[in-house]
């Protein structure tokens, strides 16, 4: 009996040596392939779902549309209880409409409150960012559950409320990135690299950096 529960984790053993073995063995030959013999290539089609960004100049606008008067229900429904029935925003959540432009200029150079006067009427450069923003973020309670559709008609209807767009204006992938956002003209492509640091590839400091507080000496003082 004993030797029988031996031999089955003989065998055992054997079965498994032999699936590591041709474990190793494929992953061998994808290394010999020039795979690394860790995950695999991704996909475009992989890729394709979580590449929904969209671009302040409306690059990745999705195929789609939605009317002012059809974005106030949804709006109602599901942004009004933070942003407030007419884009006033409930205390502690961001506003949609305030202050036109240049009351709002005015208030920032009198140093009066610019954070909780912000609104997309007077602080959001571009259109289809507004757009991405509820696509991928909103409700709040639950973000990314708005469909193409009714995330531009939401958009419009908050721009509507923020007197930008008329009543009887369409937003699609065809409109948003012309709408003309008073806040436009205040924001710039920032062309600075993220660090001016060169990369060191030759006679490098070498030496053990002592660190001292949060300064590494000699590296990074």
Known sequence: MSKLKTSKFGLGLAAGAMALGLSTAGIAAEHASGFNGIGKNITDKAIEPWDISVFYDGTNLPE???SVQAGQDPYDAQCAMCHGAFGEGAEGYPKMASDPMPAFIKSLKQGL???????????????????????????????????????????????NLGMIVDSDF??????????????????????RPDVKNERCMSDCYDAEPKVVGAVVTGVSQ
Do not use: Q
């Not at 007077?122 to 923003?133: E, R, S, V």
């Not at 369409?170 to 948003?176: K, Q």
């Open 170 to 191: 369409v937003c699609s992938d065809e409109t948003l990135a012309d709408v003309d956002m008073p806040a436009r003209d205040y924001y710039v492509t920032d062309t």
């Open 64 to 66: 789609g549309s939605g």
């Open 113 to 159: 409150d610019g954070v909780g006067n912000r609104a997309v009427n007077n602080a959001w450069g571009h259109a289809p960012t507004l757009f991405d923003m509820i696509k991928r973020h909103m409700p709040f309670y639950a973000p990314g559950t708005m469909g193409v559709d009714e995330s531009y008609a939401v958009t419009c209807y908050v721009l």
